[in-house]
């Protein structure tokens, strides 16, 4: 969550309203929510981030791991009111009915870059 926050993972709506108070506190330009870099955090988690966040007048921005997406695609985080979203994972998710996630191939390896982005468009 940022350095000088000490107070273990945000991984409950209580911790999450905790942690953008101490970002508030500490005069961070903004509330960055990064689900690569912390974790693709649940729905509601999200919600409480997004919330306190505006409470305290800081603005949201999200990367929606592409092994998050299941569970929240952009449309969903907007919905919460998400201010940004970086790159595009969750994008295209949030076009589907009837399905939650693109139909990967078999080989498809996430930890691949080249075949991760190749694989973007791939409805």
């Given amino acids: 969550p940022g350095e000088g926050w000490d107070r273990g993972p945000v991984d409950s709506p209580e911790t999450a309203r905790e942690w953008v108070r101490w970002a508030a506190e500490v005069d961070v330009d903004g509330a960055r929510i990064d689900g690569l870099k912390l974790t693709s955090y649940p729905p509601a988690i999200m919600e409480a981030l997004i919330d306190e966040a505006h409470q305290h007048g800081l603005g949201t921005v999200a990367h929606l791991a592409q092994t998050g997406v299941a569970r929240m695609n952009a449309l969903d985080a907007a919905e919460l009111g998400l201010d940004m979203m970086t790159h595009y994972y969750g994008l295209f998710e949030a076009l589907f009915?009837?399905?939650?996630?693109?139909d990967f191939?078999?080989?498809?390896?996430?930890q691949n870059e080249q075949h991760r982005f190749g694989q973007v468009g791939r409805l």
């Avoid at 191939?105 to 996430?110: A, G, L, Q």
């Fill in 105 to 110: 191939p078999v080989d498809y390896n996430y």
């Fill in 97 to 102: 009915e009837g399905r939650t996630i693109q």
